[in-house]
């Protein structure tokens, strides 16, 4: 196994805020990573910069993901060389279809691989190949991204958008949240529909619930914006038998 | 500058000049109509600030600037340059440099009838007098009752020097088979004025679409361009009246359009403006009987130094009439825009329902508008609604589309488009289909 993303020491600063104090995490191909931790402790932070969101100061430390320097890359370049995040909240975009939204990615990535683009009816036919892998109806093509959209469908939705752009890193940032039980398995089992040798995953959750479905490989619990503890998901129980508490004071 | 009321007695002199060149002076009344409107607009002058209507933004070279109506007839014109028309368009009226200078048509079914202001000067002079009011009739108190409100002088100085128009008479229950276009181009050899009254008129239970469609002139000359156009709409009539306003940086369009609805009658209203100068869209409307529906859909785009406004004024005079009203606007780099919208109901013109929603989108810090929605209630059963927003391109929404691989420059005319398709869905399809390769066009520019 190859590592894919290398995080080290990773300081990050939002308004002036310390939230990341020396983050460092190796992630290799095909592993799925559960990272868990209590509030504020920089689960979210971490999937923001990681996406290249705007606002998140990294004051040092370093990212590379297949050998480049993550940090540099543009936020759509780095979805372009593959990297993915599931939103804890689906933005909505009003006036503008899935199937518009999807392809127009699809095609930017493509065009920056240097790869051919889609046309409308290649493009159908992989989107309804992919819906019905994931038990989705087409319906949802012509509606408006994320708009009127349930909880469940929400999160649905991204992993439908995952499947379609085929990421070698995927980070799901509370993917769980606000899913009941039966949403949450079928959530999940888009997910390990898409595993692969390739595919690198980052499940960020505050629940055991999720990880008994998508089983991953390690598990790291985050807390006061550093990796305290690595594990199996034997750790997982432990957690939930002693809490975030307990793991921390212990390490 | 020049002093505002020297450019007013200037009008007023040259109109005796001017007068022996404009169409209808056979007619006693409409020498009168003419003769009266100047003097109004002598006493007036151009709207200055204090008119509310009139005190968001200057118009530049609008009321400190003289202009002629240009006088050569027979102009040049580019033909192969106009494509022809479309086989859905059945009458097409071209106007060069605000003559008609052309009407093109298949055979007109029985009932239809368009033609030239100057044609019904001729033919149906009758029509016309109880059609084109005299320019005092045009004041703020037609649509509403307040004693005080001032006349539309720009209205009395296009009714002193309209020189030409399209007519459309449809006769009873006829539904006209395909749309009519006016197309409006120019190419002005100097500064000049240009005054466009036209007259629509659907009989009981009649149907019809039509599309303005105005060009920009192509010389770089000043243009001050006047259109009034009046639209009486008969018991269970419905029009779709479409404009596709354009211009370049030196035009200056004041479009006036009254409409009047009588019982169970249906007014569509749909524009599309982008000028690179100054553009003011004015739209009253008066819903006069019981089930009359308005539908109102402006959308605005200004980039440069552009200028846009738009101002309604619907008026809810009896029982279960309904109005809608959706303004969008979207401005760049300097531009500037308003609107201001009124709905007024009358006392006892319960069951009303009128809706009324702005919005604005900014695409540079530069840019401006304002809004001004107005609700005028005197009924007590009504139901109605205004809102109105001004916003940027949300962060938020940016991030998401990048964080797909959407370029930013993509993901940012991705929501300008979502944000213009909320009201292009409400146009018909003659103006979609040209605003949806305007769009493109527009937005690719910036790439």
């Known amino acids: 196994m190859t590592i894919a993303l290398e995080i080290k020491d990773l300081h990050v600063e939002v308004s002036n805020k310390k939230i990341l104090k020396g983050l460092s995490l ?23 910069v990681l996406a290249g969101k705007e606002g998140y100061n990294v004051v040092s430390g370093s990212v590379k993901y297949l050998g480049k320097n993550l940090l540099d890359m543009p936020t759509d370049e780095r979805a372009a060389a593959g990297v993915f995040l599931a939103f804890q909240y689906p933005v909505e975009i009003p006036g503008v279809a899935t199937s518009t939204f999807v392809r127009t990615a699809l095609n930017a990535q493509r065009r920056h691989r240097g790869e051919v683009e889609l046309d409308a009816i290649e493009f ?18 012509k509606r408006e991204v994320n708009v009127g959209f349930s909880g469940g469908e929400k999160k649905r939705a991204e992993v439908f958008q995952m499947s379609m752009l085929s990421p070698i890193l995927a980070i799901l ?38 990880l008994e479905y998508l089983k991953p490989d390690t598990i790291h619990i985050l ?29 | 500058m020049k002093n505002i009321s020297d450019i007013k007695n200037r009008y007023y002199k040259s109109y ?23 003097k109004q607009f002598h006493q007036d002058g151009f709207p200055d600030k204090s008119v509310e209507e009139w005190n968001v933004n200057s118009f530049k070279g609008l009321t400190d600037t003289f202009y002629m109506t240009q006088q050569e007839d027979s102009y040049e014109i580019d033909y192969p340059s106009i494509e022809k028309k479309d086989a859905e368009c059945l009458v097409r009226v071209i106007f060069h440099n605000g003559k008609i200078i052309s009407i093109d048509h298949d055979e007109l079914p029985k009932g239809v009838q368009v033609n030239s202001l100057k044609f019904f000067i001729k033919n149906n002079s009758d029509f016309l007098k109880e059609k084109i009011k005299p320019a005092n009739e045009y004041s703020e108190a037609r649509l509403s009752n307040i004693i005080d409100s001032r006349p539309q002088s720009i209205v009395a100085l296009n009714a002193a020097f309209h020189e030409d128009g399209a007519i459309i008479h449809i006769d009873k229950n006829i539904e006209v088979p395909g749309y009519i276009e006016l197309m409006h181009i120019g190419d002005y050899s100097e500064n000049s004025m240009k005054h466009i009254r036209s007259v629509i008129f659907l009989d009981k239970g009649s149907k019809c679409e039509v599309i303005e469609n105005i060009q920009g002139h192509k010389n770089n000359n000043t243009v001050f361009t006047s259109d009034v156009t009046d639209i009486h709409l008969s018991q269970g009539s419905s029009l779709s009246y479409n404009r596709f306003i354009r211009g370049n940086s030196k035009n200056i369009h004041v479009n006036n359009v009254h409409a ?13 403006i982008n000028c690179d100068g100054q553009a003011r869209n004015e739209v009253r409307i008066n819903l006069l009987g019981e089930h009359a529906i308005s539908n109102v ?14 101002l309604t004024k619907v008026k809810h005079a ?50 401006r508008v304002n809004a001004k929605p107005e609700l005028e209630i005197l009924a007590d059963d009504v139901k109605c609604s205004h809102g109105v927003t001004v916003g940027t391109l949300s962060k938020e929404q940016l991030f998401y589309l990048q964080s797909r691989g959407i370029p930013e420059h993509e993901a940012r005319k991705l929501l300008i488009n979502s944000f213009s398709n909320t009201i292009i869905s409400n146009f018909s399809n003659i103006l979609i289909k040209r605003a949806e390769n305007f769009i493109l066009e527009n937005y690719n520019e910036n790439d």
Not at chain 1, 127 to 141: I, N, P, Q, T, V
Request: proline letters at 1%.
């Open chain 1, 223 to 251: 807390a006061d914006g550093k990796i305290v503890k690595t594990g199996d998901k034997s750790l997982a129980l432990v957690l939930e038998e002693k809490g975030y508490q307990g793991i921390i004071e212990a390490a």
């Open chain 2, 260 to 272: 009047q609805l009588d019982k169970g009658s249906e007014f569509i209203c749909n524009s599309l």
């Open chain 1, 124 to 141: 159908l036919k992989l989107a309804r190949a992919r819906a019905k892998e994931l038990e989705m109806s087409e319906d949802f093509f």
């Open chain 1, 173 to 210: 940032d509370e993917t769980d949240s606000g899913l009941d039980i039966d949403a949450l398995k079928i959530v999940a089992e888009g997910v390990n529909k898409l595993r692969s040798d390739k595919l690198c995953g980052i499940v960020i959750t505050h629940y055991q619930r999720l």
């Open chain 2, 318 to 367: 009896t029982k279960n009439t309904k109005s809608v009203q959706v303004i969008r606007t979207i401005l760049d780099e300097n531009s500037r825009g308003s609107f201001q919208g009124k709905i007024r109901v009358e006392e006892g013109a319960d069951g009303t329902l009128a809706e009324m929603s702005g919005k604005s989108l900014l695409l540079s810090d530069q840019a």
């Open chain 1, 26 to 48: 190796n992630i290799e191909h095909g592993e799925m990573a559960a990272i868990m931790g209590p509030n504020g402790a920089g689960k979210s932070t971490l999937a923001s």
């Open chain 2, 297 to 310: 859909n402006v959308l605005m785009m200004g980039k440069n130094k552009s200028l846009h406004e738009t």
């Open chain 2, 16 to 38: 005796n000049d001017i007068l022996p060149n404009l169409p209808g002076l056979g007619l006693d009344w409409m020498k009168r109509l003419r003769d009266d409107a100047i």
